[in-house]
């Protein structure tokens, strides 16, 4: 069934392409090739899961690193005797998580400075784009966004934004949709979902949010790619490294405060929605009636194509459905429970199945949400002023597109693990 999900997803970005006979094979063909080869390298490939495991291994002792510093702050609200006490309760989101992204942050700022993360964004995007044949600056920016936000990322080919083609503008503002950045995927990890997967996701969403990119705004301009060298530092670099870990952790407390104060309101409102909807169902014999059980009904049939059983279809489409409404991070929040047998005892919930598991880990992996619009708005259109009209435009298309390239990964990810 993932298989037909993969042919499925094509065509819906075929069908909505603004230029069908524009389409590139080789970028387009070059695209899904690598996202399904990197798929099957995490997934299946046995050497590839080794280099899987290690990887999320090093990524899990830097998040052991990071709760030494919690433990530090927040002495035995930290540790193990929440658990023990309250049990699952036990679990504090504001203690356990955000801090994590404070410190990942300001880890990814260091690797900014020395100049690691500029070797790894030119090794990477210049593979993308002989690969591929697309320019060098969307490869690039497609790199960054696999270590950091949709927001920060554009900051690699800023000084290019302003006479980009449509194409170009486009992949750019899809490679921010399709990823999620660093410092929040060990906040994911931390609510118990699978490391390894994320890790997968994150190097996907690359070639992944190009295929979809490409298919729906093909290149028809020919782009101005004749730049000698793209700089990988915003315009003030930090003086030392003690002043960009420094700046790392005010980005990263800034982000942690904005997640949390978001998960606070959108669940408090999530929960007032589904109260008005419950009363209103009862009248009509639903006393049932919920925004996650009307999700579910809308986006089932989507799951199911991807390789959801449809037993647990209405469950996963819900998910689905939050992260597209609302965000990645509140549909994480409640598919953790689903994860954990001791919480789906507690809220008298089952336990998703494996394949299941797998597949809605990859489908949640990207920040392609409505509200996501707006932050490209603030960025892009900071950064380029001329281009704001431009952004506004394409945001809707840029999440449909982004969502796409997370879909595709699901689907990938079901057929690997299938085989």
């Known amino acids: 069934m993932s298989f037909i999900g ?36 995490a997934l299946y490939v046995p050497w590839g899961q080794a280099t899987l495991a290690a990887i999320s291994d090093s990524v899990a002792l830097l998040q052991d690193y990071g709760n030494e510093g919690i433990s530090f702050v927040f002495g035995p609200l930290a540790g193990s005797k929440m658990s023990e006490v ?7 989101f504001a203690i356990k998580v955000l801090p994590l992204i404070v410190f990942f942050s300001s880890f ?95 190097f996907m969403a690359a070639p992944g949010g190009l295929l979809m990119a490409k298919l729906m705004e093909p290149q028809t301009a020919e782009p101005r790619d004749n730049f000698s060298d793209i700089e990988v530092y915003p315009d003030d670099k930090p003086a030392n490294v003690i002043d960009a870990a420094a700046l790392g952790v005010s980005n990263g407390l800034q982000l942690a405060l904005n997640v949390g104060a978001m998960l606070l309101a959108f669940i408090a409102l999530i929960a007032m929605l589904n109260g008005i ?17 009307i999700l579910g009904h809308v986006f089932a049939p989507l799951a199911f194509v991807l390789g959801v ?71 892009l259109g900071v950064m380029a002023p001329s281009r704001r009209q431009d952004i506004a435009r394409l945001g809707l298309r840029a999440v449909i597109a982004g969502t796409l390239s997370n879909l595709m990964s699901a689907a990938l990810a079901g057929v690997f693990i299938s085989l």
């Open 277 to 293: 909807l419950g009363w209103v169902g009862n009248w009509f014999g639903f006393a049932h009636l919920s925004l996650q059980l």
């Open 86 to 92: 309250f049990g699952s309760q036990g679990f504090v």
């Open 108 to 202: 990814i700022a260091i690797l900014y400075y020395l100049g690691i993360m500029s070797v790894v964004i030119r090794v990477i995007g210049g593979g993308l784009q002989r690969v591929l044949g697309t320019s060098r600056t969307e490869s690039m920016s497609a790199t960054a966004n696999i270590f950091v936000s949709q927001s920060e990322a554009p900051i690699v080919v800023r000084p290019f934004l302003d006479g980009m083609t449509r194409s170009e503008l486009f992949a750019v503002m899809v490679g921010g949709m399709a990823s999620v950045a660093g410092s929040v995927l060990i906040g994911y990890a931390s609510l118990g979902v699978e490391l390894k997967y994320l890790i997968a996701a994150s």
């Open 309 to 379: 059983p449809w037993s647990e279809a209405m469950t996963a489409g819900s998910f689905i459905g939050e992260k597209l409404v609302l965000n990645e991070f509140v549909a994480y929040v409640d598919f953790a429970a689903y994860l954990d047998p001791v919480q789906a005892a507690a809220k008298g919930i089952q336990v998703l199945s494996g394949p299941t598991q797998v597949i809605v880990t990859f489908a949640l992996c990207g920040f392609a949400n409505l509200s996501s619009i707006g932050i490209l708005l603030g960025s």
């Open 6 to 41: 993969v042919v499925v997803l094509i065509l819906l970005a075929v069908l909505l392409s603004s230029n069908r006979r524009a389409i590139k094979l080789q970028t387009v063909g070059g695209a899904f090739v690598l996202q399904a080869g990197l798929g099957a390298f």
